[in-house]
């Protein structure tokens, strides 16, 4: 079953298009993700009512999937999260949340 991790930050305005260079799909953080194996897609939303909020989905194949990401690339992605973590003045961890089939 897929899992999806979610993620909430707050910007400012001026780091509007290097935040979401960073965190969009094909950025650096889902070409880092991509090297794991199941690791599916990243998402990047921007809340129409909340200017400079924004929030990421990171789909992977299984919670184990993300799991072994996580100790693996541990060093990967502290370092990336050094270099472009700044972009946000708030960053939020919403969940791991699985997707319901019916």
Not at 18 to 45: K, Q
């Amino acid at each position: 079953m897929s899992c999806n991790v979610i993620w909430e930050f707050a910007i400012e305005d001026a780091n509007r298009e290097a935040f979401e260079r960073a965190y969009a799909p094909g950025g650096p953080w889902a070409r880092l993700f991509a090297e794991s194996e199941g690791f599916l897609e990243t998402r990047l939303l921007r809340a129409k009512e909340r200017p400079g909020v924004y929030q990421t989905i990171d789909r992977w194949a299984s919670r184990e999937a993300y799991a072994a990401f996580k100790r693996t690339f541990a060093q990967k992605y502290e370092a990336l999260d050094e270099k472009v973590g700044d972009l946000s003045h708030r960053e939020t961890y919403i969940g791991l949340f699985d997707e319901v089939e019916v």
